[in-house]
């Protein structure tokens, strides 16, 4: 019994701090860090720096926070830009998970089409956001054509401040929908069949299946998923600012679109930080409710 | 196997720190650059010396690169880029053979962000030499500080060569506290074109163009057949500058309007008569239908493509840059150019070559640009809208009628705003004009809105 403890206790010293496979892991690891430290927090900091001064590099303290959160035009931008998370994360799950659910099917068919649902996913934002621009175009655009001809109205979808934003979210649906698809289709294939089976035995429904089965054990997915669209989203301005430019007027202005205006349009840093600095802020309590949910499920489960 | 691990890992450790310290290093160099550069009037001073005192102490020149910034992208497509870019390499092969060892390395940058890329990189000690530049732009290059006085090479110009540039109102705009920062390669002038076939379907006189706002209402409506898919008077009204630039500030001059005061340092577009004009362009699109709501949408060029398509019967701000489509679209004949209200005032601007202030061989940067401005290869240039030497309007093909209509427009040209922070006012205004447009807002409620934002930062300057 003794030594059965001095083996433990032995153990537990390797694995700590002092051990030499720990030293060598740690000294692995010592490039990254240091990268992270380099690329990440070393421009974060400089960034909150930035923040607090003007341009000619005065400090002006919370100045220019009272300038952007001061203005009325910024909080439309957090409101477009929540629209726009939701919209598109709700999109994007709901659908993705029922394509995954067929993708995930054994048939021919199917095998043979998964690749092409990729291919959203893999033209360059930008270039998509060209070819919408082209497609919806008020004037010479097939789509704006082919709903004339059907209803005979002008419908200018780019031109019209709801039906932009809807162009916008659709567009950004269309690009995030295949990734959503691809990683819960991999969660899927990892439950077993027999899980099922056993359901089937005691009579649960098909319904019953997806809400006891199904979607706990693709928890981890789903959440990863999501996390990752709402900050694709929140981040995204280069596919917005290619298809609109933040118009009409700014009814397509989200917050990543300012502060890619703020910043390298008007070269106002100073306030684009700000603005970045906020963005950061909202990433952080979108991710940190998905987890909180997350983790109110998990207690959940255990009692 | 474990001492092997051991040294990759120092070794890996020992790069990222190298590449850590080699990084400050020349982050630190950027500094330098930067202090120097910053230090503008230093550099004009070293620039007067050079020239003046047969450069003692010039730079080694030899194997010298010069980077020329344009905007031309021949992969377009489109005639005048191909041709500006023509241009730019005509002159860079003239420099290259006059300065043996001597290479010209061209930049693209896009037209509407070139002149902010330039502030930025000189800001952030990004290396350019030669420039393309935007001449409403120029306050904003005063202040930022990137442009090299180019004053004391021209004064070693001949009086007559002078005077073949200096005669464009460019010049006065590229001119500050007696140095100068661009010469212009044109002159860009805006009018209205109208297409005589549609005048005389509509039972108008071809000959006798609106002279009045009013008279344009009244053309507009005659001349205007949605079902046809022709619309009376076409214009742009989306997202760029020309929004501004093109079609509102026509009819806010001719209403005696400003968007800015020159005295308070403020936005103005929301008094009555920019109110007063913001209204009648509203009126234009939803209340009488003579402009197409797609014109709050596309690109500046979009416009040009509908007129040409015979689906605008008039176009407001048509610029001068665009004659030669016309003339070479066989449309000479069947267009006229005016200006409503006869005798209004229209924007006026070209681009220009400046020199950076950060440039390493500035005496290189001048010569390339004499070169580019020889009188052989500047005809070559295709996107000056009009000629920016005088002698070459004695040339036959400047004599036509367009062209006479549009010098005779010149005449009345002038700047935009000369605010540094012009981009953002443009933005804003052409941001309020979609709005009341799109979302069929009250003019007074949304201009102000959006004067009071830019007040809120900018005013002041």
Known sequence: MKFHMNQERSKEKKSGWGSKESRLAYLFMTPLLLCLVAFMVVPMITGIQISFQNAKGDFVGLGNYHLVLGEPRFWNNVRLSLTYVVCNVLLSIVLGFLAANLITQKSKMVSMLRPLYLIPWIIPPVSSSILFRTLLDANTGPVTRLIKMITGKNVMILDQAKTALLAVIFHNFWRSFPFAMLFLAAGLTMISKDVYEAAIVDGASKVKQFFYITLPLVKNHLFIVILMITNWTLQDSESCYSLTKGGPGTATEMVAVRLFKDSFVYFEIHTGVVIGIVMMCISIIFAAIYYWVTKAKEMETYE | ??????????????????????????????????????????????????????????????????????????????????????????????????????????????????????????????????????????????????????????????????????????????????????????????????????????????????KTMDELLEYAQKLNNPDENIYGLGMYLGTERANLECSFYPFLWANGGEIWDAETKQAIFADETGVKTGQFVKDLVTKYGVTPQFAISGGYGDALDAFMNGQYAMMEGFGSYWISNVVEAGMEDNVGICAVPDGSNRFSNCYSLSIYAGCEHPDLAMKLIEELLAPDVITMYADGGLPARRSDYEDAQYQGALYSAMLEIANDGRNVAETVNYMKLADSVAAAVQEIIANDGDVQEVFTRYQDEYNARYAGE
Not at chain 2, 122 to 135: A, F, K, N, P, R
């Open chain 2, 1 to 210: 196997m474990r001492n092997a691990k051991r040294w990759l890992s120092i070794f890996l450790v020992g790069t990222v720190l190298a590449g850590c310290l080699t990084a400050c290093g020349s982050s630190g160099s950027n500094d330098n650059q930067e202090e120097t550069g910053q230090t503008n009037q230093d550099a004009q001073q070293t620039v007067q010396d050079d020239t003046s005192e047969n450069q003692e102490e010039a730079p080694n020149t030899e194997g010298a690169t010069i980077r020329l910034a344009h905007l031309y992208d021949p992969g377009t497509g489109v005639e005048s880029e191909k041709r500006s870019y023509e241009w730019l390499k005509k002159g860079s092969e003239n420099f290259e053979a006059n300065n043996p060892g001597c290479t010209v390395e061209l930049e693209y940058y896009k037209y509407d962000e070139m002149d902010t890329k330039y502030m930025s990189d000189y800001q952030s000690g990004v290396e350019h030499d030669v420039l393309i530049t935007t001449s409403m732009l120029f306050p904003q290059h005063f202040q930022v500080g990137d442009l090299l006085d180019m004053q004391p090479y021209v004064n070693e110009w001949e009086q007559s060569e002078v005077d073949e540039f200096a005669w464009n109102p460019v010049w006065d705009i590229c001119s500050n506290d007696g140095g100068l920062y661009g010469i212009p390669l044109g002159l860009h002038i805006r009018g209205m074109i109208y297409r005589k076939d549609l005048f005389e379907q509509a039972g108008l006189d071809p000959n006798s163009p609106p």
